[in-house]
């Protein structure tokens, strides 16, 4: 089972952008869609942004406009940019399959915090 390492996580201000990348331990190509998850403090995991195998994202609707969500089968990587980050953005995020659940497994996740 391809395994996935989170990193890129900060604190950043109100308004800034952070890129958040996950490198796979094996070939991503034949996974269909991949996804990013955040779990906020006190709440569930929730898939933000994902990307089919041909690389068309889709994302939920409060960080639409915001954030792009990137893969790139050679390398096993995926990748997150988000801009115009509020303190809503604050979480733990993940990288995994788009369609895991809390059986699969998962890596330590990378801590984003939006606060001035």
């Known amino acids: 089972q391809v395994q996935f390492v989170e990193s890129g996580g900060g604190l950043v201000q109100p308004g800034g952008s952070l890129r958040l990348s996950c490198a796979a331990s094996g070939s991503i190509a034949r996974i269909g869609a991949l996804g990013w998850f955040r779990q906020a403090p006190g709440k569930q995991r929730e898939l933000v942004a994902m990307i089919t195998r041909s690389g068309t994202p889709d994302y939920v609707d409060s960080v639409k406009g915001r954030f792009t969500i990137s893969r790139d089968n050679t390398k096993n990587t995926l990748s997150l940019q988000m801009n115009r980050m509020d303190p809503d953005d604050t979480g733990v995020y993940y990288c995994?399959?788009?369609?895991?659940?809390?059986?699969?497994?998962w890596g330590q996740g990378t801590l984003v915090t939006v606060s001035s």
């Open positions: 995994n399959n788009a369609v895991a659940n809390a059986l699969d497994a």
